[in-house]
């Protein structure tokens, strides 16, 4: 089964500072590389999305780099806000589309 | 557009009793289903996963079940609930045969067995 590996396991940020979450996978055979933004009491929401042929995604403040050779892909939040508080996901599919999630990274921005 | 709905949206319930969480999908056809669960402050458990209509493929061994008796219909059972069993359920849905489509969540139970 897929493994992915998330880090850090929690972060604080000052409003409008950089927030870097990573996660590294084992698996190369997969084509979709989703981050997920789960707020206390909801189910997480797709936040953005990558696929490994390019290298990088930009959505407003949120970034997703990925390094096909290392395994890895990050999510990167510029001018992090308070409402960004909240605890991330990133994810990998598998076959028949199971999905694996890493273990997540509670982001709390503070004023 | 596409909604899920997944109920009760919190549950107590004691040990040794039975569970039933049920979770729909509307405005789309033949999606893949999944249960996962989520422990106080950790990661995802995939629990269950269905790509059609009495398909059920389970990922943990476990004092838990899950059906599929209609195409955009889950349910998630138990016979005799264990203290370990508590968590936050979330039910999810995605496009099948598209490697690239993301997961829905619904907004889970949060299940305490006391």
């Known amino acids: 089964q897929q493994q992915v590996k998330q880090s850090p396991q929690s972060l604080i940020v000052q409003k409008g500072g950089i927030s870097i979450i990573n996660c590294a996978y084992e698996?190369?055979?997969?084509?979709?590389f989703p981050w997920y933004q789960q707020f206390p009491g909801k189910g997480p929401a797709l936040l953005i999305a990558?696929?490994?042929?390019?290298s990088e995604k930009k959505e407003g403040r949120f970034t997703i780099s990925f390094n096909k050779s290392a395994k890895q892909f990050s999510l990167h939040i510029m001018d992090s806000q308070p409402g960004d508080s909240a605890t991330y996901f990133c994810?990998?599919?598998?076959?028949?589309?199971?999905?694996?999630f890493g273990t997540g990274t509670k982001l709390q921005v503070i004023p | 557009s596409q909604t899920i709905h997944q109920w009760p949206a919190t549950l107590v319930q004691p040990v040794g009793s039975p569970l039933s969480l049920e979770c729909t999908v509307e405005?789309?056809?033949?999606?893949?289903l999944y249960w996962y669960r989520q422990a106080a402050g950790r990661g995802l458990q995939l629990l269950f996963y269905?790509?059609?209509?009495?398909?059920i493929s389970s990922e943990v061994p476990q004092n838990l079940s899950a059906s599929r008796p209609q195409d955009r219909q889950f349910i998630l059972s138990s016979k005799k609930l264990l203290l370990s069993d508590s968590g936050f359920y979330l039910c999810?849905?995605?496009?099948?045969?598209?490697?690239?489509?993301?997961?829905?969540f619904g907004n889970g139970t949060r299940l305490t067995v006391t």
């Open positions: 999810a849905w995605s496009n099948r045969g598209n490697s690239g489509s993301p997961l829905h």
């Open positions: 994810a990998a599919p598998g076959g028949y589309q199971k999905v694996t």
């Open positions: 405005g789309t056809s033949n999606p893949n």
């Open positions: 990558i696929r490994p042929d390019v």
């Open positions: 269905s790509v059609g209509i009495g398909q």
């Open positions: 698996n190369t055979a997969f084509d979709y």
